[in-house]
């Protein structure tokens, strides 16, 4: 007979085993509690923690506690909920207390009774059950109609009836339990885990009051946050040590029908950040209602733009450009809730990606139309997004060649560095030419400022990627000297002046240059230019000699002024300087570096969104908006601005 001939004989209906009652759960714990690791381990509260939780959820319950007791093997949760029923079920022949323990997929809570739930997390009826399938011990305490009753369980199976404690005159449920150590790689249970799980619900659940103790440590935990959400997304924002585009949030709830409630905020981080919730669950992997909240806000910052007739010039914004940045938490309410698998990672009801953008998106879109300042400001940081994006598109479809500037390399030897590495006091100037910049590192306090020359125009670089930018030397060896790298790698621990001054002649070069450097700045280092830390130096363009007096003028309006200032018969010599390599370095120190005297302009962007304009129309490759914006101010070009 051969081998095949074999199996087939052996292979009959004794072969097929039935596993009964809780058998399948000790047999195959993976397919209940995903894998019997750290994170199984605590999915077992977290079943225990979400049937208290519904008491409360459907009104019947307003405290939960949660023990870690001190072995850190055990766990006691109890509610001051209804109690679970002890009656005898009249067709299984149990109590109620005794099915819900011992039978997969009994419970209240699948629409057929008058169990009283709505809203559920525990909707399968399975998750009590595989807590004391997979428990060596568990305990159940239950207070109602005026007495305590408590039953005792070893790996799911009763160790006895339900036992008449005495008389008792509150109600609720309470679980004890210690996993099985024969299934679980550990069973110890992590506090701080606990901890968090027990604070994020408490945001959640804003009306609930939760109490942790943890026998360990003799911590005893109140935790109440009324605030709710939005106190919740402040949270988020602060620990998380993202700046907010704006001190404004957005946040929204609707009370009629099943309960949606919303929290967002942007932040300048380049991630989006969600916490979404269903019936209390935390939902990992997100689901329709996330689907729901995402194409709200596509939607509604789409309409503002169209609304408001906000110009984005040669640029296509996305919805990964939209969302970046933003971090929210949501939370909804389903009567009859579709997770994803019983670990319930993930919201499936098709329902609700209708449901929470019907309501986020108008809720939204009137924010930000009440809110003007704020939307312009997130408007304008995701203008900025798409740019970054369409840049690093750019560069990966570029051949792939070594940058300059993309690690650390030894300081530019043209760099005139300072002593100090004390940032809040040192000053990089970055000067137009040699000459200047011999002139600036003379009269320069070599302390505290630095001066790097530059040669020339430096390279265009509206709408280059940042490798191909630190392509140019020049480029490359500013990034060096500022040492905070640039693009993607730009690091701000890397720092190394606390002011970039623009030291460039008072001519229409010297400010042709000072907005080819703004724009690199802008587009490259952005977060030099948000902190402070970008400054454009006030050089005089003349010297008004009285005498043995000196008048210095930073412009003609300037000039004249001081002129028309003296007296009628005085002897005037006004010299225009060519360039700041003119000036000695005393003079240039009196003017211009000295901290006592100067006069510096501080860089700041009120309108991110006008601001990315102004560079496109002013330095993009298309030639028809500067055509357009020359011939609106022609008249205004003066004979000597135009070198006729």
């Known amino acids: 007979m051969s081998a095949l001939s074999v199996a087939q004989a052996k292979y009959s209906s004794e072969a097929i085993q039935v596993l009964e009652g809780l058998e ?15 994170k199984g381990l605590h999915h077992l509260a977290w079943e225990i923690l979400d049937n208290a939780v519904d008491e409360y959820i459907n009104g019947h319950a307003d405290h939960v506690t949660l023990t870690l007791h001190k072995s850190g093997h055990a766990v006691t949760i109890t509610d001051n909920g209804r109690g679970m029923p002890i009656d005898v079920h009249p067709k299984h022949k149990k109590t109620g207390l005794e099915l819900i323990l011992t039978v997969l997929h009994a419970g209240g809570k699948f629409g057929e009774s008058d169990s009283g739930y709505m809203h559920t997390g525990g909707l399968h009826g399975v998750g009590a059950s595989v807590v004391n399938a997979l428990s060596k011990k568990l305990v159940a305490t239950v207070k109602r109609d005026g007495f305590e009753y408590r039953q005792e369980y070893a790996k799911g199976t009763p160790q006895g009836k339900i036992e008449k404690v005495g008389p008792f005159r509150g109600h609720g449920t309470g679980i004890y339990f210690e996993p099985d150590d024969t299934i679980f790689k550990t069973v110890r249970f992590d506090p701080d885990v606990i901890k968090t799980r027990l604070e994020d619900m408490s945001f959640i659940h804003s009306g609930l009051k939760i109490t942790y103790k943890n026998e360990i440590t003799g911590e005893n935990l109140e935790l109440h946050n009324p605030g709710g959400l939005p106190a919740f997304l402040t949270k988020l924002v602060t620990d998380g040590q993202k700046p907010p585009v704006t001190e404004a949030a957005f946040s929204a709830v609707r009370e009629t029908g099943d309960k949606i409630e919303v929290a967002l905020q942007w932040t300048e981080s380049t991630e989006e950040t969600y916490r979404s919730y269903a019936n209390g669950i935390r939902t990992p992997s997100g689901g329709t209602h996330e689907n729901g909240l995402k194409s709200a806000l596509r939607k509604a910052v789409n309409n503002y733009i169209e ?13 990964e450009d939209i969302r970046e940045g933003v971090v929210a938490v949501l939370s909804v309410f389903v009567r009859d809730p579709q997770f994803e698998g019983q670990t319930k990672q993930k919201l499936n009801n098709p329902e609700m990606e209708s449901a929470v953008d019907n309501f986020a998106r108008p809720a939204l879109e009137a924010w930000l139309n ?14 900025i997004a798409a740019r970054m994006r369409e840049a690093s598109r750019a560069a990966k ?3 792939k060649r070594k940058a300059p500037g993309s690690k650390r390399l030894s300081l530019p030897g043209k760099l005139a560095d300072c002593k100090s590495t004390d940032v809040s006091k040192t000053e990089l100037f970055i000067v137009e030419g040699d000459s200047a910049g011999g002139s600036a590192k003379q009269g320069r306090n070599n302390d505290t400022q630095a001066v790097l020359p530059l040669r020339g125009k430096i390279l265009n670089c509206e709408g280059l990627p940042t490798a191909k930018a630190l392509g140019n030397q020049e480029i490359a060896d500013l990034v060096t000297a500022i040492g905070t790298g640039a693009g993607e790698k730009f690091n701000y621990d890397g720092l190394r002046y606390g002011k970039i001054i623009l030291m460039m002649d008072a001519d229409a070069d010297g400010c042709h240059i000072a907005t080819l450097m703004l724009d690199f700045l802008f587009r490259h280092m952005p977060e030099l230019i948000k902190k402070g830390h970008v400054y454009i130096a006030q050089p005089p363009l003349y010297r008004v000699n009285v005498g043995k007096d000196t008048h210095w003028a930073r412009d003609d309006q300037h000039k004249e002024e001081i002129i028309s200032g003296l007296r009628a018969n005085a002897k005037v ?51 028809d908006y500067r055509y357009k914006f020359i011939m609106e101010r022609a008249e205004q070009a003066s004979a000597e601005e135009l070198d006729v």
């Open 307 to 319: 609304t408001h007739d906000i110009k984005v010039k040669n640029l296509k914004i996305t919805a």
């Open 397 to 399: 479809e570029e051949v």
């Open 370 to 383: 009440n809110n003007k300042t704020a939307a312009d400001a997130i408007v304008g940081r995701i203008v």
């Open 573 to 623: 010599e006004v010299t225009r300087f060519k360039g700041l390599g003119e000036m000695d370095a005393k003079d240039l120190a009196a003017t211009t570096l000295d901290r006592r005297t100067r006069t510096l302009l501080k860089v700041e962007i009120d309108n991110l969104t006008e601001a990315d304009s102004a560079f496109v129309e002013l330095l993009g490759k298309d030639a």
């Open 24 to 38: 399948p759960v000790r047999k195959r714990p993976a397919m209940y509690i995903g894998d019997a690791d750290k």
